[in-house]
């Protein structure tokens, strides 16, 4: 039976509260899929039909790479430079990247300096130049403190398979 016949006062309640709670999960659904920041998109959207991307100084984290990087490949699949200097990526944020990266055919150029990249991150970076070997990787001002580190690096990436 249903309840308005059992209770009239708790229907208009009941499907009010029903009501509400359906728009609120359609709020948070369209905001959760909508979080990108604008200026972020703007300057993907620019991008698009050019070889390279400029996402230098946008204060991009590891948790905003994902998207990001999903909506490039969306927008403009045939880039082939990515400049993300000056951002907020670490260790997740490097690994993250580089598993997108095989999204693409033929990456020239990642530009990371000024991140806050370690050995680890910086090793699943290094790795992809196994599968671009022109790959271009400007790295300087992460948290690689010298040169031996980065020779290390570079051949712990050759032995790394995706």
Do not use: W
């Given at each position: ?9 708790k ?17 948070y ?127 712990l990436?050759?032995?790394?398979k995706?």
């Amino acid at each position: 039976m249903p309840i308005r016949e059992l209770h009239p006062e708790k229907a208009t309640f009941a499907s009010f509260r029903a009501k509400n709670d359906t728009l609120l999960k359609l709020f948070y659904l369209i905001n959760e899929v909508e979080k990108m920041r604008p200026e972020i998109l703007s300057k993907i959207t620019a991008s698009i039909g050019s070889q390279k991307v400029n996402l230098a100084n946008m204060n991009i984290t590891d948790n905003e790479i994902q998207e990001i990087m999903d909506k490039i490949q969306e927008l403009n699949p045939n880039v082939s430079k990515f400049d993300l200097d000056n951002n907020k990526l670490s260790n997740e944020g490097a690994l993250i990247l580089s598993t997108c990266l095989h999204q693409f055919h033929n990456v020239s150029e990642l530009s990371l300096q000024f991140n806050k990249i370690g050995k680890e991150g910086a090793i699943n970076i290094f790795s992809l130049k196994s599968n671009f070997s022109n790959l271009d990787i400007p790295f300087h001002g992460n948290r690689i403190t010298n040169v031996q580190e980065m020779f290390e690096i570079e051949n712990l990436a050759q032995q790394k398979k995706f």
